[in-house]
């Protein structure tokens, strides 16, 4: 018999895709589903970003394959950008622009895992940091921030987390799936652990930087010493409403780069020449588009706060960034409708989606079986729709 490989057989298939595709077989039957699974923004991409690429293509000079890292241009960008609101020295020559920040990170975990090696996964997780260190062959080691901490893993964790093994950590910050912000002392105190082993790396993802309501986005390659030891990967999907442009971008130490440069070189090549004029005017331009979305997301945070606490049996904290809630919906399994036992998270987001046609991810596929991802990036009306739904059908599980 014939199989997949077994670094396929491995890996399991995106469970946020996964749900977006239930979601879209009921709307194809004409059920009223309202989809708070993806993590996409529901704003349209800026105008004057479309208008760059617009213009990209009428100048009849984008039409050739571009450098592999990205124009130069559009990583020089990039750097200033970090070196201006990160206090991150960072150069071109420490970019490469990729086909969206996912590939980032498998670039990344390609070019420096081997087999054998262990990368500490801070849990909860996005659903792909799991499987693309399995990609790579290399063993995920999940440790496990509680709700308490608003799911924050502490340095103490990691310290006690590696071992001889260890390669690398990786968590986000805004983190998908919990919103929580790691703050400067968390962050000082995750990078004192690093600095006390050789070698040890970090992969920062910040893809989420501009929805961050605290007020304060800390690098952790700002702090000395650590410039040498991080992998800050990035993009533009998030902040700029542009999912599917797919751009995204790693900044590391050269030889980091240099290695990424390498794979991406073997795989895609490099990011849509058109797709990087308008990230060029993303980063460069103006930035109040942004800054609207971010507002936006802010006052969605409180509604749906407000009206999760009012649902009995869900408990929710208060994320500080991204555009997610991460309750713990625990206290209903064990509870049935119509003779049929809710076990766990995945058959109640299944129940949710049949009884309230609401789509939203089991927190399994994130590390946290007690727990299911509700997405607040969709409009105010489907929310409050969502959210009544919600509540009527938890309240029918006896």
Known sequence: ?????????????????????????????GIDVINLSLGEPDFKTPQHICEAAKQAIDSGNYFTYPPVAGYQDLREALAAKYNKENNVPYKAENIVVSNGAKQSIANAMLALLNPGDEVVVFSPYWVSYDALVRLAEATPVLVHGSIDNDFKVTAQQL?????????????????NPTG???????????????????????????????????????????????FERTITVNGFAKGYAMTGWRVGYIAAPKWIADGCNKVQGQITSANSSIAQRAALAAITGDQQPTLKMVDAYKERREIVYQLLKEIPGVKANYPEGAFYFFPDVSSFFGKSFEGKKINN??????????????????????GDPNCIRLSYAASEKDLREAMKRMKHALTQLQ
């Open 180 to 226: 929580s912000v790691f703050s400067k002392a968390e962050l000082k105190a995750i990078a004192d652990v690093v600095l006390q082993h050789a070698n040890l790396l970090v992969i920062a993802d910040e893809i989420y930087e501009h929805i961050n309501f605290t007020g304060d986005q800390t690098s952790i390659a700002s702090f000395p010493g650590m």
């Open 345 to 366: 998270a995945d058959e109640l987001c299944l129940y949710l989606l049949e009884q309230a046609h609401v789509s939203l991810v089991s927190g399994g596929a994130f």
């Open 1 to 29: 018999m014939q199989k997949l490989s077994n670094r396929i057989e491995a890996i399991q298939e995106s469970a946020t895709l996964a749900m977006a595709a239930k979601a879209r077989e009921f709307k194809s039957r």
């Open 159 to 175: 310290a006690q987390a590696i071992t001889p093994k260890t390669k690398a950590i990786i968590f986000s910050s805004p983190c």
